[in-house]
Every structure is written in structure tokens, then in C-alpha cells.
């Protein structure tokens, strides 16, 4: 079993959807856990971290279940700028001494008019 | 928020010649940076852990005398791409934290062709 798993898509949804992905970790010591998005040829950049409670920003919305050991990320109203590859990823692995945040391969959304 | 600053963002050189990637974080103290290397179409590739005062630790099959890794400063890190050839050209891109668990902030990446 890989450490973190997203399912690749892609999703393709018209303006105005709602949109949900999940991410599957298998260690379950891990303690930290984020979604980024990245635009093609960019840089991943910081969508929003995920805690225990849940947590929104906006249209974003991220939740935690520790016993099922899955993050999600569910997206209303979609536009066309949300169209990314949007990444999981899991901090807790231990490994020579620091913490390595794992990625997931990444999900592809496709906003359409 | 959290800036990270890398430099150059393209550079095209010939091959046998060594190239230098900067990565700074500007307006916090990174504990740990990462460098990654993502190729067309796939996912990011993490290459090599970076500790300030502390050597790097490398992937299984990063080979670190080709990927030479300092990092001097609480603030600074650089790649260094030894000999490179046309098969390291790709897309490197350094990240940045300030604890164990906080987030990581990206750098905007150096796209790298070896000609």
C-alpha cells in the first residue's frame, strides 16, 4: 500500500459544481496534513492545512478522520480558476532525524463553462 | 505569509558544466528544506532532506556527489547539479518549513535544460 493515495482522475465538472476528494495515509502516527494545489508548470502552493475538527475557507472545505485515516477536500461552487491538480499530503514519517511531509500523485480537476 | 525564493528560475547550459540553485526563505527561519524534482507529467520527486549545519540526507538513488546540497544558514540552501547532462534537465523545486509539522512553502522552481 503506497503511504499516501489519491485518485488521479481526472474530474471533470462544470462551473458551479460541488467537488469532494479524498486521500488515504497508511501511518497512522502521522500529524500533520495539508492540501496544495498545483497549476501545470508552477510550483505547489498552500491550499489549507487540515485539522482534527475540520476545517473551511471560503468555498474549501477540509476534514480529518483519523480512525479511517483519510483527509478530504470538498470544493462548492467550482470555477474555472480552480481547474489545478490538487495535492495531498502527510507529515510523519521519521526519517534521518526530521519529518517527511509524503505527497500524494495528486488529483486533476477540469472546471468547464 | 511564508516567502521562499529561488533562484534561477530557467537556465539552459551546456552539458559537462555545474549549475547552482538558490533557495532562500525570506521572511522566516526554515529548520528543514526539501528539493524535489518533478519531470513533465509526474509527480514531485523528493531528492534530498537539508538540516541547517547538517549534511543532506538523499533519496535511495539520488546520487549525492552529482547533487551537492549546502545548507549554510537558517535561511539558505543550495542545489548544485555537478556534470550535468540533458537526462537531469527538469523542473527542481526547493520548499521550506519553520517546525516539524508546520507547512511547507514552495519556492517558484528552476526549470533546467542541458544542452
Known amino acids: 500500500r503506497k503511504e499516501v493515495e489519491q485518485d488521479p482522475g481526472p474530474f471533470n465538472v462544470p462551473e458551479g459544481a460541488t467537488v469532494a476528494f479524498n486521500c488515504t495515509y497508511s501511518?497512522?502516527?502521522?500529524?500533520?496534513f495539508f492540501w496544495y494545489r498545483q497549476d501545470c508548470r508552477k510550483e505547489p502552493k498552500l491550499l489549507m492545512s487540515?485539522?482534527?475538527s475540520g476545517n473551511e475557507d471560503g468555498r474549501f472545505t477540509a476534514q480529518l478522520n483519523r480512525a479511517s485515516q483519510y483527509i478530504s477536500l470538498l470544493i462548492r461552487d467550482s470555477k474555472l480558476s480552480d481547474s489545478a491538480t490538487y495535492l495531498c499530503?502527510?507529515?510523519?514519517?521519521?526519517?534521518?532525524?526530521?519529518?517527511?511531509?509524503?505527497f500524494g500523485r495528486g488529483t486533476s480537476l477540469i472546471v468547464h463553462p | 505569509g511564508a516567502v521562499v525564493s529561488q533562484h534561477p528560475s530557467r537556465v539552459i547550459c551546456k552539458s559537462g558544466t555545474s549549475v547552482k540553485i538558490e533557495c532562500r526563505s525570506l521572511?522566516?527561519?526554515?529548520?528543514?528544506m526539501f528539493w524535489y524534482r518533478q519531470f513533465p507529467k509526474q509527480s514531485l520527486m523528493l531528492m534530498a532532506t537539508?538540516?541547517?549545519?547538517?549534511?543532506?540526507?538523499?533519496e535511495q538513488g539520488v546520487e549525492k556527489d552529482k547533487f551537492l546540497i549546502n545548507h549554510a544558514s537558517l535561511t539558505l540552501s543550495t542545489l548544485t547539479v555537478t556534470s550535468a547532462h540533458p537526462e537531469d534537465s527538469s523542473f527542481y523545486i526547493c520548499?521550506?518549513?519553520?517546525?516539524?509539522?508546520?507547512?511547507?512553502?514552495f519556492g517558484n522552481g528552476t526549470r533546467l535544460t542541458v544542452t
Open positions: 520548499s521550506a518549513r519553520d517546525g516539524d509539522f508546520a507547512p511547507l512553502h
Open positions: 501511518n497512522s502516527a502521522s500529524q500533520s
Open positions: 487540515v485539522y482534527s
Open positions: 499530503v502527510v507529515n510523519g514519517a521519521k526519517k534521518g532525524g526530521s519529518y517527511i511531509p509524503t
Open positions: 521572511d522566516f527561519q526554515a529548520t528543514t
Open positions: 537539508s538540516n541547517e549545519g547538517s549534511k543532506a540526507t538523499y
